[in-house]
């Protein structure tokens, strides 16, 4: 391989990182059980599985669906009971939608990455604004009257 072509992939590794890092930075602020590390790893891993898919020629789908199954089942791991009701759905789906950040720097998707990981962000802050919480709660109540 080219030294150009390392230099490449290198730029869309750190893209990758630097995505997943920020949302991990969002969920480790607010005291979620997975953080930066956890996120950025999923993203780098997601970023270098697709990378070597795409670089030795096979059928990139095939690594693509293996990435989006293998998370599955890490956030399938977060998920948990409690108390009459399930905790850990927000941290597996952004885990899950993050490998997607760096499945798309690997394909030089910078944009899509880009708003990917935006989109993830700020759906993540929207639910820490000053109000969030009781708008949220007043639609439930709404939904079910009791």
């Not at 990758?16 to 956890?38: F, K, P, V």
């Not at 070597?52 to 998370?71: E, F, K, L, M």
């Not at 820490?128 to 709404?142: D, E, F, I, V, Y």
């Amino acid at each position: 391989m080219d030294i150009e072509t390392e230099l490449i992939y290198a730029s869309r590794m750190m893209v990758a990182a630097l995505i997943g890092g920020l949302i991990g930075w969002e969920r480790e602020r607010h005291a979620s059980d997975a953080g930066i590390r956890t996120y950025m790893a999923i993203s780098i891993g997601a970023c270098a599985f697709s990378l070597i898919s795409a670089h030795v020629g096979n059928d990139p789908t095939r690594i693509a669906a293996q990435v989006v199954t293998g998370i599955g089942f890490i956030g399938a791991g977060v998920i948990f009971q409690d108390k009459g009701g399930v905790a850990g759905l927000t941290t597996a789906a952004t885990l899950w939608a993050t490998a997607a950040v760096g499945m798309a720097s690997a394909y030089g998707m910078y944009v899509l990455a880009i708003v990917t990981g935006g989109l993830l962000f700020a759906t993540l802050a929207l639910h820490h604004l000053p109000g969030w919480k009781r708008l949220s709660q007043t639609n439930a109540n709404q939904d079910h009257p009791e």
